[in-house]
Nanobody, 123 residues
Framework: VQLQASGGGLVQAGGSLRLSCAAS????????MAWFRQAPGKERKLVAA????????YYADSVKGRFTISRDNAKNTMYLQMNSLKPEDTAVYYC?????????????????WGQGTLVTVSS
């Protein structure tokens, strides 16, 4: 599966953005999906993950209550709705996919990656 992330940009603190991850291939619905982010000089970390069916989700504590992950298998697309953005959310956001075998929450569990999209939150 090939992944293409989009939707990043510059937003003021308290604002919102919606990221999209479009996938190619006919087996998108069989993949668990995730968003990771990497701030300058820091390691890449999981933000949120969603199972192949959309029935299970996982959020990092830092984004719970502010971010929502979702997917539309008919459109081969995953989303990340980000509300109440903070300067510390500034990072390059990456989407990732892995055949569904139990929702992964660790970076090494994902082997299919899209290019990143930059989110900058100004104070």
């Amino acid at each position: 599966v090939q992944l293409q992330a989009s939707g990043g940009g510059l937003v003021q603190a308290g604002g919102s953005l919606r990221l999209s991850c479009a996938a190619s291939g006919r087996t998108f619905s069989r993949y668990d999906m995730a968003w990771f982010r990497q701030a300058p000089g820091k390691e890449r970390k999981l933000v949120a993950a969603i199972s192949w069916s959309g029935g299970s989700t996982y959020y990092a504590d830092s984004v719970k209550g502010r971010f929502t992950i979702s997917r539309d298998n008919a459109k081969n697309t995953m989303y990340l709705q980000m509300n109440s953005l903070k300067p510390e959310d500034t990072a390059v956001y990456y989407c990732a996919a892995e055949p569904g075998q139990g929702l992964g929450v660790r970076i090494y569990e994902y082997h299919n990656w899209g290019q990143g999209t930059l989110v900058t939150v100004s104070s």
